[in-house]
Structures are given as C-alpha cells and as structure tokens.
C-alpha cells in the first residue's frame, strides 16, 4: 500500500531555513508527480508545488516562489523540501502526496 | 487551476442518521477525486479516491459517488467517530482541495 513518511519539521526563527524529507513505499515512485501540501494550524488544505517524474519541472504556489526548492532523489524513493527565508506565516504540517496525501505529516513553526 | 468547492460548511447531524456532503469542480476532472476524514490533531485521512472506490479498511457505510464536476459523499448511518471535518481533494490537475465541511452533533 502507499506509504510516505515526513521528517524533519521544527522550531525555526523567521527568516531560517529546514528542509523537509519524504520516504515513499508502496508504489513505483518515478512514475508520479510529487507534491507538497501544508495545512496551518485552524485552517485547510493547500497545495505549496510539486516536481516532475524526472526531477526536470517544478511549479510552487505564488506565497512561497522564490524561498522554496522541490527536489526528488529517485533512486531512494525520496522527496525533499528546501525552505528558505521562512515566515510566521509558513508554520503549518507539511505532507508530501503523489496523487492523495497517505503520510502523518511533519510541523514546522516559524517563531522567535 | 481547478477551484474546489464544498457545501455545506457546517453540517448538523444526529447520531444514526444519513449525512451527505457535496463538492463540486471548477472544470471537469473525471473521477480523480479523494475524500479525506480529519479529526482534531490528527493528519487526513483517506476515505475514498478515485471517486467512489474506498480507501482500506474504510467502513462500507462510507460511498463516494459522481463523476466530472459533481461529487458526494454520504455516511451511511452517522457514528460518534465521524464527527470531524472532510475535504474532497482533486488530481486530474496537480492538486487541489475544498474548505471542507464540518459534520457536527445535532
């Protein structure tokens, strides 16, 4: 079954910088897309950009171009997320998802 | 982008009773639709892709039905651990998901 494991959230000061992990099983990794999603705290679902297959093509949402990097290592079944230039309002849970979001997530708080 | 839109946004149901909830697409998206379960701190959980096919180990009084830009959702007979918040999600193009509707106690 599909399965993703998020790593590496925490307490970062604004204006720092994390990078985000996931391990994906249970499906043949480089034949998707991958995205990540975030969730504020009291607040929905939004889709942050995703990567291409190959790793050639990555697309971001307007609010963090510029300060965030997808990239993928196929050959470990692994997604990343570079965070960059980080803002109180980036504190939210960040999944990774290929088509559906099968992982628990990963917090990350932007605070002094 | 494909704007996603779930009504209502609050839901008041009775124990045992039917809930149905609704999402509806911007454009037509097929059947790449998701349906998510979150409860208070807690990640989503998947109930239904594909439109209507049901996530493992999710209970049969869960349905997903609809197809282009008309989707439900519908708990069959309403137990205390469905009291939370779903989302409908679609993927035909990248990603994107509704605000959610919260099903409450009546």
């Known amino acids: 079954e599909m399965q993703m494991v998020e790593s590496g959230g925490g307490l970062v000061q604004p204006g720092g910088s994390l990078r985000l992990s996931c391990v994906a099983s249970?499906?043949?990794?480089?034949?998707?897309?991958m995205s990540w999603v975030r969730q504020a705290p009291g607040k929905g679902l939004e889709w942050v950009g995703n990567i291409k297959e190959d790793g050639s093509e990555t697309f971001y949402v307007d609010s963090v171009k510029g300060r965030f990097t997808i990239s993928r290592d196929n050959a470990k079944n692994s997604l990343f997320l570079q965070m960059n230039s980080l803002r109180a309002e980036d504190t939210a849970v960040y999944y990774c998802?290929?088509?559906?979001?099968r992982g628990q997530g990963t917090l990350v708080t932007v605070s002094s | 982008e494909i704007v996603m839109t779930q009504s209502p946004a609050t839901l008041s149901v009775s124990p045992g009773e039917r809930a149905t909830l609704s999402c509806r697409a911007s454009q037509s998206i097929s059947s790449n639709v998701a349906w998510y379960q979150q409860r208070p701190g807690q990640a989503p959980r998947l109930l239904i892709y594909?439109?209507?096919t049901r996530a493992t180990g999710i209970p049969a009084r869960f349905s997903g039905s609809g197809s282009g830009t008309e989707f439900t959702l519908t708990i069959s007979s309403l137990q205390s651990e469905d009291f939370a918040i779903y989302y409908c999600?679609?993927?035909?193009?990248?990603?994107?998901f509704g605000g959610g509707t919260k099903v409450e106690i009546k």
């Open positions: 998802a290929s088509t559906v979001i």
């Open positions: 594909d439109a209507s």
């Open positions: 249970g499906f043949t990794f480089t034949n998707y897309w």
């Open positions: 999600q679609q993927y035909r193009n990248w990603l994107s």
